[in-house]
């Protein structure tokens, strides 16, 4: 059937190919001679160099001798044993010199030693030392080194070497089953886009096969297809792409979705409707139902000659065949479409095709495997965001229903770009069209607002966060708070708190409230601190430990101990009655706080109310800073002065330096 139907005869006899590909350069005779070092690297234009001096004549040879060989091969293994590469190589040179090669383990072990190393100097020599090899005795390598070789010329991008040595063990009759080589010259090729190469050494790994009666030496699917794609996508000659046919019927292979995908590109490219028609149906004869890469391909030919409306021929088509898989199409696809449909001007062309293609799509298609997507998030990833709205713009003039998966892609390019003020406009026109993005979205968006410092664009997603009814706000909730604390913007905190305190879903507490005080604080902003402190208790927030630390703070750095005297007296109230138990901790940090800035504003009643509540409570106080702040702020203050004006003060003066020690 895969003969039949293109037309071919397929005799089993041996095929003569001639690739319409201008013959290669014939290898010379001795390669590893290195006298076309243009098989590892290509040759730039130089300016022509000036002649060199003649050679000198050559020393006569000495006479290989028996002893000299086993010298010269022991001298070979030992320096392959210390990695002396150089020392080896010679070793090897003078052997060679005489027409001789060492041992077969001691050959393996020369090709492998230098097939171990990535630079090109290394890999010649491997390349050179295994074609000696192979053209003196083909028994002395080993399939497996021979392996090595071309792995580590496949890691080394180094193509036509690889061509060369496989060229070479066929020439000397050196056959290796086709596994064992074949799969790593399919990935040199591929790696390399070096398929016209491929091509004659698949030509001739078949004519061997067939002519020597080696089935172990056949061709596989994998050289069959890229046989294929070198005709198809290279050479774009239908003849030779049907001679790799015939070839794949006379070895018995059974082409896959890809070999399909690669004749579907060709004739779509050629304009072989009848011949794209008869592949469709042997697909079926072969039992392949999942046509995407045929399509794939299909939608590649047609946009490389032009053929746009065979395009959207060919995904209408897709997205009515098996309930749209086969319209799942990859990242490269959809980028080829938009290059050719922007390149040809027919941006609004794009956007009829998604309200088209809209129309067919499952209701249940992901957002994400939408055609809508693929073409908008192509254009992102080619950096034409600004395009991708344009087409999302026509599609509203044309009056399409435009899904999330247009949207999203455009919004992470925003978000990835930090164009925040466009992607909260495109969030509101998505809300207003009665779409809902996914919480990972907004938080996404949110995030991207607050490290641009677009904090009004942060605060207008998380109101359209809120009233998408989603429950749970908690992260971006905290995304905005740490940022604005990052940023130094404590009124802006207080802002947003006071306008979600009372959402349900997000759970405010004491240290939010604590967050905005110390941030005021810290910059100075005591009366909007204060502020905060009031609306924080009258929204029924009990203020604990580190919201009076922080005002006791934040008047201390302003020298402003009256605010904190006003503090002590509110704490006591509490303890009076009996509040106290409710939120705050009296413990050291807090004693030690309020005895330092009512020593140094020189309040000592009140310090010797502190002194008792923690001697009440057994909270060890180190006295020593106390003295300290006293000296620095009162040392010229006379008890005798104090007792004419003011009896109480007086006494609590005295009865703090009898507990600080300073009355001696």
């Not at 090595?148 to 180094?158: F, I, N, P, V, Y």
């Amino acid at each position: 059937m895969w003969r039949r139907a293109l037309n071919l005869q397929l005799p089993r006899r041996r095929l003569i190919f001639s690739f319409s590909s201008s013959p290669e350069a014939e290898t010379p005779s001795s390669l590893y001679s290195f006298l076309q070092p243009s098989l590892f690297s290509r040759r730039k234009n130089a300016p022509p160099s000036p002649p060199p001096p003649p050679p000198a004549p050559p020393p006569p040879l000495q006479t290989l001798t028996q002893e000299l060989k086993t010298a010269l091969e022991s001298a070979l293994h030992k320096s392959i044993l210390a990695h002396d590469t150089d020392d080896a190589w010679k070793s090897f040179r003078a052997l060679a010199s005489h027409s001789s090669f060492p041992s077969k383990p001691l050959a393996n072990s020369l090709v492998a030693h230098l097939s171990s190393f990535q630079d090109a100097h290394n890999l010649k020599r491997a390349f050179a030392s295994a074609v000696y090899f192979i053209e003196k005795d083909p028994g002395l390598v080993e399939f497996g080194t021979v392996s090595a070789l071309l792995e580590s010329m496949r890691r080394a991008g180094a193509a036509a070497p690889a061509f060369a040595l496989v060229k070479s063990m066929f020439k000397n009759r050196y056959f290796m089953p086709f596994e064992l080589w074949g799969n790593l010259l399919v990935e040199i090729c591929r790696e390399n886009g070096q398929f016209v190469g491929f091509l004659r050494v698949f030509e001739e790994s078949y004519r061997v096969a067939l002519d020597e009666k080696l089935d172990f030496m056949r061709p596989n699917l994998a050289a069959c297809n890229a046989a294929l794609e070198g005709c198809c996508r290279h050479l774009e000659s239908v003849a030779d792409a049907e001679k790799v046919v015939e070839t794949m019927s006379v070895l018995g292979v059974r082409p896959d979705e890809s070999s399909f995908g690669f004749l579907a590109y060709l004739y779509a490219l050629k304009g072989l409707e009848g011949k794209i028609s008869e592949l469709e149906n042997l697909m079926g004869g072969f039992g392949l139902l999942n046509k995407r890469v045929f399509y794939s391909n299909l939608i590649s030919g047609y946009v490389q000659v032009g053929n746009f409306e065979s395009v959207v021929g060919t995904i209408m088509r897709s997205l009515r065949e098996s309930s749209g898989e086969d319209a799942k199409f990859g990242e490269e696809t959809f980028s080829e479409i938009v290059k050719g449909f922007l390149k040809n001007g027919s941006g609004k062309e794009l956007a009829r095709l998604i309200v088209e293609a809209q129309k067919l799509e499952a209701a249940e298609t992901e957002a994400d495997r939408s055609v809508g997507y693929g073409i908008v998030n192509a254009c992102i990833n080619l950096g034409l965001s600004d395009k991708a709205h344009s087409i999302l713009d026509e599609m509203n003039i044309q009056g399409g229903s435009v899904g999330l998966g247009v949207y999203v892609p455009i919004l992470r390019s925003y978000c990835k770009e930090h164009r925040t003020a466009e992607a909260t406009q495109l969030v509101m026109d998505i809300s207003s069209s009665g779409l809902q993005l996914d919480m990972g979205t907004y938080d996404a968006l949110i995030e991207a607002s607050m490290s641009s410092q677009d904090f009004q664009s942060a605060f207008s997603l998380f109101r359209d966060l809120r009233d998408a009814r989603i429950r749970e706000l908690k992260g971006s909730y905290l995304t905005i708070m740490t940022g604005l604390m990052e940023n130094h913007r404590p009124e802006l905190m207080a802002a947003f708190l006071d306008e979600v305190v009372e959402d349900p879903r997000i759970e405010v507490g004491t240290h939010d409230w604590n967050s905005i005080i110390h941030a005021f604080c810290k910059a100075g902003r005591l009366e909007d601190a204060r502020r905060t402190f009031r609306r924080m208790v009258f929204l029924q927030y009990e203020p604990n430990a580190q919201t009076y630390l922080s005002l006791i703070n934040g008047y201390v750095t302003a020298e402003k101990y009256f605010s904190v005297l006003l503090l002590w007296n509110e704490i006591r109230r509490k303890f009076v009655s009996a509040d106290i138990e409710k939120g705050i901790k009296f413990d050291h940090s807090l004693v030690d706080a309020f005895l330092y800035a009512l020593v140094k504003g020189g309040f000592f009643d009140a310090v010797m109310q502190v002194v008792e509540k923690s001697q009440e409570m057994k909270i060890f106080v180190d006295k020593w800073r106390y003295k300290q702040a006293f000296m620095e702020n009162h040392k010229k203050l006379k008890v005798n002065k104090l007792r004419k004006r003011n009896h109480r003060k007086m006494e609590a003066l005295i009865a703090f330096k009898n507990w600080a020690g300073l009355n001696a």
